[in-house]
């Protein structure tokens, strides 16, 4: 994988490229972890580093500075940026706890997004998540995409912390967000204010982690069921596959 810095003012890349090297440089260990042992077959061809404004009206309108396109994951390496989004999702709500979490925490979110883009690579997920040919049921994939890193670059210590953070949020918004199956997680996801697109990424890492517990932590026979549910014609939802509710 190359690096390309994208940014219109020198200046501004200055001040960010030493946060997006070491990024870059955590990611090396993680990605050997995914060729050994979850089918990264093929790695991106690029992490492109670019400030939000560019990542969401010039490479793509996608309203998140992080995600895959043709082989090539975009990400904005601005804390500030990060934050704003971190303190968005909260939605306004008085939640003093779950915002000190997000200071305290912001590079630890940023690169746990950066895994959870690379991740989405692996050939073990069998959606083309990337074309967005999908329409529903992509929460097994985003959920496993945010399990595996945190299991991979976090103690468990700090594993525990991120998923009480993520339970409390779903407690909190499930009236104003959660009125809607899991299931539903696919192509429209994008719509809506930055809370609601968050709440189904919460709980898909905690979909994910509760089959994954289930299976007492053999991550890959919940991947072999996943295909299998898949393989064998998708049947029903994902969630009346696996038996669980969220
Ligand atoms: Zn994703």
Known sequence: MKQIFAFENENQMMLHKDLAHSMFQRLQPYQLYLQQEFALKESPKAVVWTPADLATTIFSTVPIPAYTKKN????????????????????????????????????????????????????????????????????????MCFYLPRKFLLDDQAFDEISAVERTLVKEFKDT??????????????????????????????????????????????????????????????????????
């Open 72 to 143: 090539i994951i975009y990400m904005s390496p601005i804390v500030e940026e990060w934050q704003s989004i971190f303190f968005e999702q909260l939605d306004s709500r008085d939640l003093p706890v779950i915002k000190n979490y997000y200071e305290q925490n912001t590079k630890s979110q940023m690169m746990e997004i950066l895994a959870h883009e690379l991740t989405h690579h692996s050939d073990l997920f069998l959606e083309e998540f990337d074309v967005g040919d999908w329409e529903k049921d992509i929460w097994f994939e985003e959920g």
């Open 177 to 246: 967000y959660g009125q809607h199956p899991l299931s539903d997680f696919g192509s429209t996801s994008y719509k809506g204010n930055m809370t609601s697109i968050m709440y189904d990424y919460w709980r898909s890492f905690l979909a994910v982690k509760k089959l994954i517990d289930r299976a007492e932590g053999d991550i890959k026979q919940v991947f072999s069921q996943y295909q299998d549910w898949y393989n064998s014609g998708k049947k029903n939802s994902l969630m009346d596959y696996f038996q669980i509710n969220i």
